[in-house]
């Protein structure tokens, strides 16, 4: 079996160092706020170089509460890529507004400039820019646009943790920048955690307060908040976790870089492309392939496990009808039945790498 993920194999290679971690937060009974927390925030930023990190309960609670921070005016409609997880849509409509659907670049599927230019209106009010699968959005283009209609920018990080834009890491190049440490992810916790970072004094102010109740000192409450905390063991995992993350994030661009040495004479798989001014950190490696269905059968027949990201674009989506953007004419429409991701990870061993590409050159000969 080669997994597609394998945790358990990771945490045995860090197991003294997190145990170590785990134990310092139960003897001092540092589960709530404290140290551990003030350490990873402290940590984190500096790595994502930001200015500020709020840690939170979990990447979806992150994106509502940076973008109920920005305090935009009720109903704005906000521009999201229609190849997300949901979570980059509902939290837009959790928070009072409306989302509006774009298309994504068909290279290296983020969000796509010219579908977004034309979604705009005169109620769009910001945008959520989704760094997917670990490459980063045009963040220059995305600035200028943001610039001509006042908008606001998002960056949903939650699968970019160490991706760079022209050498600078995402997150805080825009006005504010979300991150999922969900267990899979590239830097990932042991249970669900997020964070919250910014270069903006008053930004990362508003996120905490709504974080915590709407208070920076106990029961002195200024407005109605909500309880969404990153706990003391959590906060001591990813502390762990982090020091490690260029090593495992060179190890999936190593292991990205020889599937498609490998696997770009396959005429029938579409590799991803990466931009020259990217750092693409690959939390998927996510090929397209015409008969996708029957592939993926084939080499879960040997024992390979895969994924999909995502199977129905966002538009598509039940939750989404009553927008009637179903059937809007975007490539992430049409691509999402073709999508397989590979397995991708510092698990992988060379013979591990060289039986995928095996399997797929057998299957398509």
Same mark, same amino acid.
């Given at each position: 079996?080669? +997994?597609?993920? @394998? ?47 709020? #840690?939170? %309960? ?73 760094? $997917? ?6 963040? @220059? +283009? ?32 825009? @006005?504010?920048?979300?991150? /999922? ?50 706990? %003391? ?65 084939? $080499? ?12 129905? /674009? $966002? ?8 927008? #009637?953007?179903?059937? @809007? ?37």
């Amino acid at each position: 079996m080669i +997994k597609f993920l @394998d945790l358990t194999k990771q945490y045995k290679s860090i197991q003294n160092e997190i145990d170590e971690a785990i134990k310092a937060v139960l003897a001092e009974s540092a589960f709530i706020g404290g140290k551990y927390v003030k350490q990873f925030e402290e940590e984190f930023s500096a790595y994502q170089e930001a200015k500020y990190c709020v #840690g939170v %309960g979990n990447g979806t609670d992150a994106l509502e509460i940076a973008i109920e921070a920005l305090e935009l005016p009720k109903e704005s409609e906000i521009i999201v890529p229609a190849n997300s997880f949901i979570a980059s849509s509902e939290a837009v409509t959790r928070a009072g507004h409306k989302v509006i659907f774009c298309d994504c670049d068909l290279r290296n599927y983020t969000i796509s400039i010219d579908s977004l230019k034309s979604k705009i209106s005169k109620k769009t009010r910001a945008v959520v820019c989704v760094h $997917l699968y670990g490459h980063p959005c045009d963040m @220059d +283009k995305l600035i200028a646009i943001a610039e001509e209609y006042n908008l606001k920018i998002i960056e949903d990080c939650a699968q970019a943790h160490g991706a760079e834009y022209k050498g600078r890491r995402v997150g805080a190049i825009g @006005d504010i920048g979300t991150f /999922s440490f969900y267990p899979g992810k590239n830097l990932g916790a042991y249970g669900d955690a997020g964070a919250i970072v910014t270069n903006d004094d008053l930004l990362a102010k508003k996120c905490r307060m709504i974080a915590n109740h709407g208070r920076i000192e106990k029961y002195n409450h200024e407005f109605e908040g909500r309880n969404s905390r990153l706990d %003391g063991l959590q906060a001591a995992v990813l502390s762990v976790k982090l020091k490690h993350l260029d090593e495992w994030n060179n190890k999936r661009i190593a292991i990205a870089d020889f599937y498609i040495k490998n696997i770009s004479n396959v005429p029938e798989i579409i590799l991803p492309k990466k931009e020259e001014w990217a750092k693409n950190v690959y939390h998927i490696f996510a090929i397209r392939a015409k008969r996708r269905d029957e592939l993926k059968k084939f $080499l879960e027949g040997l024992g390979i496990q895969l994924g999909i990201h995502y199977p129905i /674009s $966002l538009p598509k989506l039940k939750a989404y009808a009553y927008l #009637g953007q179903t059937n @809007d004419d975007f490539i992430a429409n049409t691509f999402s039945s073709e999508l397989l991701s590979l397995p991708i990870g510092d698990h992988l061993s060379e013979n591990d790498l060289d039986f995928v590409v095996k399997a797929v050159k057998e299957f398509h000969k």
